[in-house]
């Protein structure tokens, strides 16, 4: 499935090593290569975790396709009515390539 009707529209990519980003896609290609603008990411933290789970801006953003695991559109009307800092959950795995 070719990704370019998502071009222009916010996303969510879970990578290879277990990160969860969120921006607007920019640009695609065959390779599953990504370009994403106002890019954040989300460091969810284990219940048992002092810290509180946290939202990272990294602005523009590459992604090599080999790391993209998981992309698909984000809802933005629910996820701007969730409070991510009081998210809590179990660490993603990340993806082993054999």
Not at 2 to 9: A, D, E, G, K
Not at 38 to 49: A, F, K, L, N
């Amino acid at each position: 499935m070719s990704l370019q009707p998502y071009v222009h529209r916010k996303v969510l990519v879970l990578t290879a090593d277990g990160r969860v980003l969120t921006g607007t896609l920019l640009s695609c290609d065959q390779l599953t290569n990504l370009v994403l603008n106002q890019t954040i990411e989300r460091v969810i933290r284990p219940s048992e975790d002092e810290e509180t789970s946290t939202e990272v801006s990294h602005g523009l953003y590459i992604i090599r396709g080999e790391n993209v695991t998981v992309c698909g559109l984000l809802d933005e009307d629910l996820d701007a009515r969730i409070d991510w800092t009081a998210v809590r959950g179990n660490v993603i795995g990340g993806v082993k390539h054999s």
